[in-house]
């Protein structure tokens, strides 16, 4: 990981962070060109009721229409899901940073069968408050992962 990385997945936390604190799912998301932030989101299905509002699509939303997304890169303080992983490979977004694949993960093989390169950070600020959002919110995490 490049210290742009450790950079853009730390904006990608706090994020998540702000999620948890506003009573929603903590899952974080930066969309980077250069190094630079293009857009950032987080998880907003609690707070605006909408089941597709994961973090991924939330920062894509706020990007909104560009030419190309080819030349970015996606940061996630948690794996994608298959939604948040179709929408990366349909877009074309050929990077993805991962802070946490230890509570949730599975869809980086799928990534990477699509060409996309994946890089794991086990970062363990987002390992750890994915595991107190677990611990907490049970109920919440089960509707998130659609269980």
Same mark, same amino acid.
């Given at each position: 990981?490049?210290?742009?990385?450790?950079?853009?997945?730390?904006?990608?936390?706090?994020?998540?962070?702000?999620? =948890?604190?506003?009573?929603?799912?903590?899952?974080?998301?930066?969309?980077?060109?250069?190094?630079?932030?293009?857009?950032?989101?987080?998880?907003?299905?609690?707070?605006?009721?909408?089941?597709? #509002?994961?973090?991924?699509?939330?920062?894509?939303?706020? #990007?909104?229409?560009?030419?190309?997304?080819?030349?970015?890169?996606?940061?996630?303080?948690?794996?994608?899901?298959?939604?948040?992983?179709?929408?990366?490979?349909? =877009?074309?977004?050929?990077?993805?940073?991962?802070?946490?694949?230890?509570? =949730?993960?599975?869809?980086?093989?799928?990534?990477?069968?699509?060409?996309?390169?994946?890089?794991? #950070?086990?970062?363990?600020?987002?390992?750890?408050?994915?595991?107190?959002?677990?611990?907490?919110?049970?109920?919440?995490? #089960?509707?998130?992962?659609?269980?």
């Amino acid at each position: 990981m490049t210290d742009d990385d450790k950079r853009l997945l730390r904006i990608a936390y706090e994020e998540a962070k702000a999620g =948890f604190d506003e009573g929603g799912c903590p899952i974080g998301s930066v969309l980077a060109r250069g190094g630079r932030v293009v857009a950032q989101g987080r998880n907003q299905r609690v707070q605006k009721g909408d089941p597709i #509002a994961h973090g991924e699509m939330d920062a894509l939303r706020k #990007a909104g229409r560009q030419q190309s997304y080819r030349d970015t890169v996606l940061y996630t303080s948690l794996s994608p899901c298959m939604m948040c992983s179709g929408t990366i490979v349909q =877009f074309g977004i050929p990077r993805v940073v991962i802070g946490d694949t230890q509570n =949730f993960g599975g869809n980086e093989d799928f990534l990477r069968s699509k060409g996309v390169e994946v890089v794991i #950070a086990d970062d363990p600020d987002c390992i750890a408050l994915m595991e107190r959002f677990i611990r907490e919110k049970p109920e919440l995490w #089960a509707e998130d992962i659609a269980e």
